[in-house]
């Protein structure tokens, strides 16, 4: 199974329900080299040392890279921080996303460099996994409408739309709700990915 080249808005809501793509996109397949590592796999896991390798390398690369840039910087280390800490944090770093390539694989570098081997890798990367099912729909939604701002967590997606005197919220309830105040729609909506 070939995954999706992260070029069009539909294949980031394909995230939603494809776990091979979802997987893809953590690990940075929108940039050339990752896809090119892990683009025509049937499986998602890396079969070599030496693949495994080339990946971490890349991902070191575009960390230090992007360290440089001091608001880069500062998604990277809050990224890390949110991974690791047991607090609700929301990110708003979905218009950065869009513009640079290959920052979910430097934020989960991030945040595997930050535990210093104090925390086991399937838990880190589990948590990126399901920031990144969250962030895959925050930038579907990013691309529909770029004047909203987004934010995202773990267990919530926000748009806001002042523009339209709009907001939707994301999340897991079972029934939508809806409400006016101040001339100001708000809409709490459960995850479009589930049941």
Same mark, same amino acid.
């Given at each position: 199974?070939?995954?999706?080249?992260?070029?069009?808005?539909?294949?980031?809501?394909?995230? +939603?329900?494809?776990?091979?793509? %979802?997987?893809?996109?953590? %690990?940075?397949?929108?940039?050339?080299?990752?896809?090119?590592?892990?683009?025509?796999?049937?499986?998602?896991?890396?079969?070599?040392?030496?693949?495994?390798?080339?990946?971490?390398?890349?991902?070191?690369?575009?960390?230090?890279?992007?360290?440089?840039?001091?608001?880069?910087?500062?998604?990277?280390?809050?990224?890390?921080?949110?991974?690791?800490?047991?607090?609700?944090?929301?990110?708003?770093?979905?218009?950065?996303?869009?513009?640079?390539?290959? +920052?979910?694989?430097?934020?989960?570098?991030?945040?595997?460099?930050?535990?210093?081997?104090?925390?086991?890798?399937?838990?880190?990367?589990?948590?990126?996994?399901? +920031?990144?099912?969250?962030?895959?729909?925050? %930038?579907?939604?990013?691309?529909?409408?770029?004047?909203?701002?987004?934010?995202?967590?773990?267990?919530?997606?926000?748009?806001?739309?002042?523009?339209?005197?709009?907001?939707?919220?994301?999340?897991?309830?079972?029934?939508?709700?809806?409400?006016? %105040?101040?001339?100001?729609?708000?809409?709490?909506?459960? /995850?479009? /990915?589930?049941?």
């Amino acid at each position: 199974m070939m995954i999706l080249s992260f070029n069009r808005d539909q294949y980031f809501y394909q995230n +939603l329900t494809n776990k091979h793509q %979802l997987c893809a996109f953590a %690990l940075g397949a929108e940039l050339p080299s990752v896809y090119t590592l892990i683009g025509n796999k049937r499986a998602m896991a890396l079969s070599s040392l030496n693949e495994q390798n080339r990946l971490e390398a890349i991902a070191e690369q575009c960390y230090e890279r992007f360290m440089e840039e001091p608001r880069l910087r500062s998604v990277l280390d809050g990224y890390a921080d949110s991974i690791l800490n047991s607090n609700t944090v929301m990110l708003h770093d979905v218009r950065l996303h869009a513009q640079y390539a290959g +920052l979910p694989l430097a934020k989960y570098y991030s945040a595997l460099k930050q535990t210093d081997g104090y925390w086991d890798r399937t838990t880190v990367w589990e948590k990126h996994l399901q +920031l990144c099912e969250a962030l895959s729909f925050a %930038l579907y939604e990013y691309y529909q409408d770029p004047r909203s701002d987004i934010c995202y967590g773990e267990k919530t997606v926000i748009i806001d739309k002042p523009h339209d005197r709009q907001c939707y919220s994301y999340t897991a309830i079972k029934t939508s709700v809806s409400f006016q %105040l101040d001339r100001y729609q708000y809409y709490q909506r459960p /995850w479009p /990915w589930e049941d």
